[in-house]
């Protein structure tokens, strides 16, 4: 049996569960059918991922280029103490965010997530500026290593997302082909391979990610042994590290530049949470799998990201050419370990391994921007004929326009001046994650308003799930979120390597800033959206009352000893 959370955050329900009228919200049954039907009025998704899907595939998310390669050019612009401080207070943003949402999902489990809660408990104006941010963007680092020019920091969208991994595919794939696959086919490759799963059932996109999450977790694992391994001295060429990369050499490189530097890397290696949620929103059992996740990703990232931070930063000195001179796997910091020890095939290992991370973070930006765009929609905040579902529960017509731009995108580097183009556009929502990350803490501070202003009794329900120590989620997340927002406008200024102030790396950081304000004010005055009033702010639509089956699967989960409950954490099968 597959598992749901562990037992510190749930309330716990009384034995005899009473009767079923504890399962009723506080809506009248009319105004909970009036509800579902606005809900389902353009069709339905299909709760097509499992909780074992939902389990592994949150184990293996954002596992990819930004912890095998990010880490080694912070390692380089900030040295080791930066590094492991900056991944270790981003890493506690992933706690917070699932937290935030866990909540608002598991009650109102619908696609499009917080930005349907945008609109219900906040303003209209907040849902279309965060919709609109979200289906375009997200922090990412998109490093032009990966087309032979030089570094630099921009920002790739859910959308654009796909144009930035179909070019580090490339990379990728020359790793073997040396240069003899034009990047015209390696792209039309890329995405026949991301896009034709859309055009099959969600089952199939969640087994692909099911699939590809377990081989990046397997290969996960084995860094992890071999980095220790070779901490100890493996390998024909190898030495015991005694910690001289943190004592031979400073450990704090160009200041506050290069701890700012560090963050954004950190949030690249994080990545986006918010796919966790709009997937628990189509999850057979979002209680059952939102909860599970909220302790699963937080120790993931937080312990085990960390771990692999502290190794990297005892490996590899941050003086090494390599961490900035090389490009793909060749930057890697477990790469140049492994390389300096003489260990033989590790290279091509990863390079499969990232291969696939590439291919389903693709994948991962389709579906989150489709679902994100129909919710937009469904909400009339543009044209409500892209909300469609059909009869597979594909948003098809978001699902094209999305597809449609992630091409267009993508092929767009082959053309002259392409790539400056595309840099461009990616910057344009430069801000769009912490954006994101400071509407979902005030929107769940806002449902706890809504809660308590209609005397709601939700967090009373059997099993129902609240954040453990409200509002130390929400709070932190927007404490960190806006330092981190300062770090952006920081190194707009300031880049680390002492190169100067520049307008083009000053709106390359900012840019993004400005836009996403512009709209949610234009939309604002424009359309005169309402604030919404917590006494009569939306607490029906969408909400979804444990059926007599899940509580069955609880209270058999619960009967288990610890230990077993534990073992469904690191279970793989």
Known sequence: MSQPDATSDVYKHEKDHKNSNDLEPTATRGEAAVGEMEETRNGQFHRSFSPRQVHIISLGSNIGSGVFIATGKALATGGPGNMVIAYTMVCTCVWAVLQSLSEMTIA????????????????????????????????????????????AYCKAGWTAIVAAEAGFFNVLVQYWAEGS????????????????IFVLPNKVFAWFEYVTSLIKIVIFLIIIILSLALVLGAGPKGTFHHGDTWTSLPPFLNGFSGFANCALLAVWAVGDQVFIGIMGGEAESPRFSMGHATKLVPFRVNFIYVISVVFITI?????????????????????IAVQDSGIPGIPSLLNAGMICGVLAIAAEAVYLSSRVLRTMAHQKLIWEGLAKVDSNGRPRWALIIT?????????IQIAAGGLTVLNWLI????????????????????????????????????????SSLW???PAWLMIISIFLLVCCVFLGIKPPGGTGFTATNFFQYILGILIIFSFTLAYKLIYRTPWRDPKTADCTTGRRPLSTEEIAMLDSYYRQPAWRRFLTYVQLW
Not at 403 to 411: G, K, P
């Open 471 to 473: 509002p130390l989620a």
């Open 181 to 196: 696959m034009p990047l015209a086919a390696t792209i039309t490759i890329f995405l026949v391979a991301c896009l034709v």
């Open 403 to 411: 597809s449609l731009v992630a091409v267009v995108l993508s092929y």
């Open 315 to 335: 490996l590899v000195p941050s003086d090494d050419h390599r961490l900035l001179g090389g490009t793909g796997v060749a930057a890697s910091p477990f790469i």
């Open 108 to 151: 109102f489990p619908v696609s499009g997530n917080y930005i349907d809660y945008a609109d219900r408990w906040v303003d209209p104006a907040l849902a279309f500026g965060a919709g609109f941010a979200e289906w375009l963007g997200r922090w990412y680092l998109f490093s032009r290593d990966r087309f032979g020019a030089s570094c």
């Open 427 to 466: 910057s344009i929502t430069s801000a769009s994650f912490f954006t994101n990350w400071i509407i979902i803490s005030f929107v769940n501070w806002r449902f706890h308003r809504a809660l308590e202003a209609q005397n709601d009794p939700l967090f009373t329900e059997v099993y129902a799930w609240k």
